[in-house]
C-alpha cells in the first residue's frame, strides 16, 4: 500500500483559472477607469468607452458562459463541495450569485448598457458644469429604464428596490433599512432641532479665507502618511469627484480635490479616501488575485472612510495631536486659534445643499432623501422628468434649503451616470457599521484616546486589519459585523455616539 | 425586379469584428503601459505585468486562431477580394502577414524566446552597469539563436536580415540599406571631417549652467501648443526615458524628462515626441478603431519626430521667431545671447561615443554602425563574442572615437536585449524620409521659411496631414514617400540637406 494523495476536484484548476482571468481584467479596466477619471484627454473618451465596453463584454462573457455553468456545478455537487476549502467555497459561492445574475441579463442589453453609463458619466459632468438637467436627463432616463429592465429579468426579492440594495449590501432590504433609517430618523431630527435651537454655535470664521493649495497638499499627504497609507502601494491624485480604487492590494489609489477657500474638503476628504485605501492595501495575501481580494460591501467599505474620516478625523483626540502640525504647514494662518475651537469649528452642524460637504450628522438627511427618491424611481414609477422637483422640496422639508440650481441640487453626485442605484443607502449603514465597531475598539484598546492623541494610528489600524481588512470578501458583512461586536447592525451606536458628541460641543444640557 | 442590393462578403462582417477587438485591446493595454511607464505604483507591477501578459496572451489568439485564418482565406478569394474596397484590402493583407508571422513560431519557442528576453533585459542593465560584457554574451547569443530560427521558419527574404528588417520596414532590404548608408557616408564623413579640420565651432556656454524645471516645462508645453499638437487629444508627462504613445487619434500622450542642468535635453525630447504624436492625432477618421490606425512604418514614423525636432526645430527660422519668447521664459538667463547665436550654439556637431547624445549629423554614423554589426550578425554569422572588437573598430574609423569600456560601447542600447534587429536602420531612415519630404515640401509650401520665422507652423503640419499622416497605416512607406515627392526614398536629400546646414554653421568654405 502507498500513501495515496488527496486529488484536487478536476473542475478545480479551470474554475481558478477563470477567476484570476476575471480578476486580471477587472484590475487593466480598474487602471482605465482611473486614468478615464484623473486626466484622460476629452477627444479620447468616446472611443475609449467603446474599448472598455469590448473587455466589460469579454469579462461577462467568461462569468456567465456555458462552460463557467459546468465547473459552478460540478463543485457545488455536495461531495465536491465538501472537499474544497473556505476560499473556495466562498469563490464558488459568490461566482455562482454572480452567474444566475449575469445569465438573466442578454449580452447585447449589457453591452450597450456598459457603453451608456461610461458616456453618461462624461455628460454628467458637462451638465453639472452648466447647470443642465435635460443635458444629462436623457441618458438618466436611459439607464434607469435599463435597471428597471434588469429587475425584471433578475426577478424582484420583495420590492424591486431590494434586488438593487441587494447588489451593493448583500442581504440588505427596503423594509430593514426603513426600519434603521426610521430608529436613527427619531433620534437624530431632534437632536439637530436641539442644535439648532439652544446650541452653542462653535465659531468658524477662523476657516474663511483662502488656505495654500500646495500647503493642503502637503498636509493631505503627511496626514495618509500617519494613517499608514503605503505610498509604495498607491497614489494620491486629484479629480472633480474625489474617489479610491483598489487596483491590487500594492496598487490603491485615492484622489481628493483641493480647493482654495475651503481648507476641509480636501483634508477631510483624504482621510475619507485613506480610510477606503487602508481596506484594500490590507487584505490578506491569500485572497490576491481572486474576486475575493474587495471589500465586502459597499457598506462595510464606507465604514472603514467615515471611521476614518468622523470618528478618527474629527475626533478632538486627533487634532489635540494634529492642529500644530496644522499650523505649521499654514504659517500665520492659524494663529490664535487652539486645538480645541479647531476641534469644534470643523464639527460645526449646519443643513447645507451639497452631500459631500454636509457635516457628520445631517449627511445622514442626505442619504434618507436619495434612499427616497430611489424607492420612489424603482418601487413608485417616479418619472425622470420629475427629479430637480422632487428632489428640491425634500431638501426644503428635511433640511429646510432649497438649492438655487440642478448643479447644487439634483446633479450634484456622479453616482447615477454609473447607474449605481441601491448604492447611496451604504453611506449612512457605513456611519451605523463604523459607529458600532468603534464601540467594540474602545473595549479592545483601552488605550485608543492615549495612542491617537499621541499621533500613533497604528493600532487602530492593525486591529481593523485583523478584524475587517485581512478577511476582504472572504465573510459577509453581517459575519463582519457580528465578528466584531457580537452583535447584528443596530441604529443606537451611531445615534449614542452623534449625541454625546454633539450635546457635548454645542453645550446642550 | 427589384433593385438588387450589392451583398457584402459572409466574412467582412467577423473579420471587421475580430480587428476592432484587437485595436480595443490594444488601446486598453497602452493605457495601462503608460502608466506604468509614468507613475503606477511599485508594489503593484508584479500582479499588473501577469495582468497585461494575460490580455496580451488573448490577443495573439485572436490574431493567431483557427477561425482567423478561415477568415483571411474567405476573404483572400480572387472573387471576394475584388468586391473589398481599400481599407479592407490592406486590413486583410496587413493581417495576413501577421497572422503568417505568428503562426510559423511554435508556442513553444515563442514563449521560451518571451522569458529569455525579459531576463535579458535585466542582464544587459547589470552589465551595462557592471561593463561585463561576457555576463550579457550570453544571453545574446541564445536572442540572435532565437532570431535566425526565426528567420529560417519565416522564410528568408533575399538575406537573413532582410527578414528582420521587414518587420521595422515592410519592404526595406539591405541591399537598399548598403545602397542609401553607402552614398550617405561617403558624403557625411567627409563633412564630418571638414568640421572638425576647419570649422568654426560655434559657442555654447550659454547653455551651461542650471536652467528652471518648472520654466522647462512652461516652455515646452508652449512649443506643443505652436506646432498644433492638440492638448484635448492628449497630454504631456515626465518620464524616465521619454516616449510617445497614440491610444487612438483622440489620447496621444506624450512624456518628456527635465534636466537642471540641460535646458537641450526635455526641449529637443518634446519636440521630437511632439512629432511623434502630430502624426497619430492627425490619422484619418475613417481609419479610427482599425489596426491601420497608426504609422506605416518605424521609419516614416521617425521621419515625422526628426522633421519637427531637427529640421525645424534646429532650424534658424524657428529661432528667430521663438528665442524672444525663450529669453522672456528665462528671465536674466540667455541675456546678451542673440537668436542667431543661440541657432548656431544648439547645432555644434562632435563626434561622440553615445547614440542618444548625438548630434544631427554625425547621429547617422552611429545608427550605420549598428547595422553594419547586426547585417554581419545575420547575413556573414559574425561571433557574438566579437562583438566589441567589431564595435571599437568601427567607432574609431567612422566617428575617430574609441570607447574607454563596453558600457559606453556595445552595451550602451537596450535595443538587442529585447531581441530587436533590424529596429537601427529606422532612425537614419527617418532623417533621410524626412529630409526629402521637406524639400518637397519647401516647393509645395514656397513661404514655409517664411511662415516659420512667423511662429506659424500650422500650414507645414496642414501638408504633412495631407500627404502622410491621414494614411495611417493604408499606404506602405515606398508608397508615402513616392506620393510625397515623387520618387523613391533617395540619401541625398538629407546628405544635402546637412552639407547646407553645417557648412554654413561651420564656416566652411
Redesign the interface.
Known amino acids: 500500500m502507498t500513501n495515496e494523495q488527496r486529488r484536487e476536484p478536476e473542475a478545480l484548476g479551470p474554475f481558478r483559472e477563470r477567476m484570476?482571468?476575471i480578476k486580471?481584467?477587472e484590475?487593466?479596466?480598474g487602471?482605465?477607469y482611473w486614468?478615464m477619471r484623473t486626466?484622460?484627454?476629452?477627444?479620447?473618451?468616446?472611443?475609449?468607452s467603446?474599448?472598455?465596453g469590448?473587455?466589460s463584454s469579454?469579462l461577462f462573457r467568461i462569468a456567465s458562459s456555458e462552460e463557467m455553468g459546468e465547473l459552478l456545478q460540478k463543485l457545488e455537487e455536495p461531495d465536491t463541495y465538501a472537499e474544497l476549502g473556505e476560499i473556495d467555497r466562498r469563490l464558488v459561492e459568490e461566482t455562482r450569485k454572480e452567474y444566475d445574475r449575469n445569465r438573466k441579463i442578454p449580452p447585447q442589453l449589457h453591452r450597450e448598457y456598459v457603453v451608456l453609463t461610461s458616456q453618461a458619466e462624461s455628460a454628467w459632468e458637462l451638465a453639472k458644469a452648466n447647470d443642465d438637467f435635460p443635458g444629462f436627463s436623457s441618458y438618466l432616463e436611459r439607464i434607469v429604464g435599463y435597471n428597471r429592465q434588469f429587475i425584471e429579468l433578475w426577478g424582484a426579492k420583495g420590492t424591486p428596490y431590494d434586488t438593487l440594495l441587494d447588489l451593493f449590501e448583500p442581504g440588505m432590504s427596503t423594509a430593514e433599512l426603513d426600519r434603521l433609517f426610521g430608529e436613527l430618523k427619531s433620534r437624530l431630527v431632534p437632536l439637530a432641532e436641539a442644535i439648532a435651537r439652544d446650541g452653542d454655535r462653535p465659531d468658524t470664521t477662523f476657516l474663511q479665507g483662502t488656505f495654500d493649495v500646495a500647503a493642503q497638499k502637503k498636509f493631505s499627504l503627511y496626514i495618509l502618511g500617519q494613517m499608514g497609507y503605503?505610498?509604495?502601494?498607491?497614489?494620491l491624485d486629484e479629480s472633480v469627484h474625489p474617489f479610491a480604487t483598489g487596483?491590487?492590494?500594492?496598487?490603491v489609489?485615492i484622489t481628493t480635490r483641493y480647493l482654495p477657500h475651503d481648507l476641509t474638503s480636501a483634508l477631510f476628504g483624504t482621510i475619507h479616501e485613506g480610510g477606503h485605501a487602508l481596506y484594500e492595501q490590507n487584505i490578506g495575501a491569500e485572497l490576491?488575485?481572486t474576486p475575493l481580494c474587495a471589500g465586502t460591501s459597499m457598506g462595510i467599505h464606507e465604514s472603514q472612510s467615515r471611521l476614518w474620516e468622523n470618528m478618527v478625523g474629527r475626533g478632538r483626540a486627533f487634532w489635540n495631536r494634529y492642529f500644530p502640525e496644522l499650523g505649521k504647514t499654514f504659517p500665520g494662518r492659524l494663529d490664535g486659534v487652539t486645538a480645541e475651537a479647531f476641534y469644534r469649528g470643523i464639527n460645526v452642524v449646519e443643513p447645507s445643499l451639497i452631500r459631500i460637504e454636509a457635516d457628520e450628522l445631517t449627511y445622514n438627511l442626505h442619504i434618507m432623501i436619495r434612499y427616497e427618491i430611489e424607492r420612489m424611481l424603482f418601487n413608485e414609477a417616479l418619472p425622470v422628468r420629475d427629479l430637480p422637483e422632487v428632489w428640491n422640496a425634500k431638501y426644503r422639508e428635511a433640511l429646510g434649503v432649497t438649492p438655487a440650481n440642478n448643479a447644487e441640487g439634483v446633479l450634484q453626485d456622479v453616482h447615477w451616470s454609473g447607474g449605481s442605484f441601491g448604492y447611496f443607502p451604504s453611506y449612512s449603514l457605513g456611519n451605523m457599521y463604523a459607529a458600532q465597531m468603534m464601540n467594540t475598539a474602545k473595549t479592545k484598546l483601552p488605550k485608543l484616546e492615549e495612542q491617537i492623541e499621541a499621533g500613533d494610528l497604528l493600532p487602530l489600524k492593525q486591529w481593523l486589519t485583523e478584524e475587517v481588512y485581512r478577511f476582504g470578501k472572504l465573510l459577509q458583512p453581517s459575519e463582519i459585523i457580528e465578528r466584531v461586536s457580537g452583535e447584528a447592525l443596530q441604529s443606537r451606536y451611531l445615534a449614542d455616539y452623534l449625541e454625546g458628541k454633539y450635546r457635548e460641543i454645542y453645550r446642550l444640557k
Chains 1, 2 share one sequence.
Open positions: 484570476r482571468t486580471q481584467y484590475e487593466l479596466l487602471v482605465v486614468d486626466g484622460a484627454p476629452r477627444k479620447g473618451i468616446e472611443q475609449r467603446e474599448a472598455v469590448a473587455l469579454e503605503d505610498f509604495e502601494a498607491g497614489r487596483l491590487s492590494p500594492g496598487d489609489r490576491a488575485g
